[in-house]
């Protein structure tokens, strides 16, 4: 199936609250408001906006500064050691966190790593 509709954004940092905010708007729209949390992987960065910045790194991230008036959301590690245990390890981990919290999770963000 071909997609019918295109957003354009002028940053990443944009197109990244523009899809944290549809998330929002598909669950609302479905009668489930309580799906409010994104997961995010950690040691991610996805933008300098409120919401994207909530997704980022909570810990080694750049934006710990703002974490008082930041969004809590959830993360699981990042594969490190480039091993196919490492990548099963975030996998499990993953999967736990979506069974177990799957009522509060609106999406699951990732971007690739290209710097």
């Known amino acids: 199936q071909h997609f019918t509709k295109v957003f354009f954004s002028d940053s990443g940092s944009v197109s990244v609250e523009v899809a944290m905010k549809m998330a929002l708007q598909y669950w609302f729209t479905l009668g489930q408001p309580s799906k409010t949390k994104f997961v995010s992987l950690s040691n991610g960065y ?6 994207a910045m909530s997704i980022c790194d909570p810990v080694n991230g750049m934006h710990s500064m703002f ?6 959301q959830l993360f699981v590690s990042t594969p490190t050691g480039g091993t196919e245990e490492d990548g099963v390890q975030t996998i499990n981990e993953m999967k ?6 799957h009522k509060e999770i609106a999406a699951v963000v990732m971007e690739p790593i290209v710097q």
């Open 46 to 51: 996805h933008g300098d906006t409120l919401g």
């Open 67 to 72: 974490s008082g008036v930041l969004a809590k």
């Open 96 to 101: 736990q966190l979506l069974e177990e919290q």
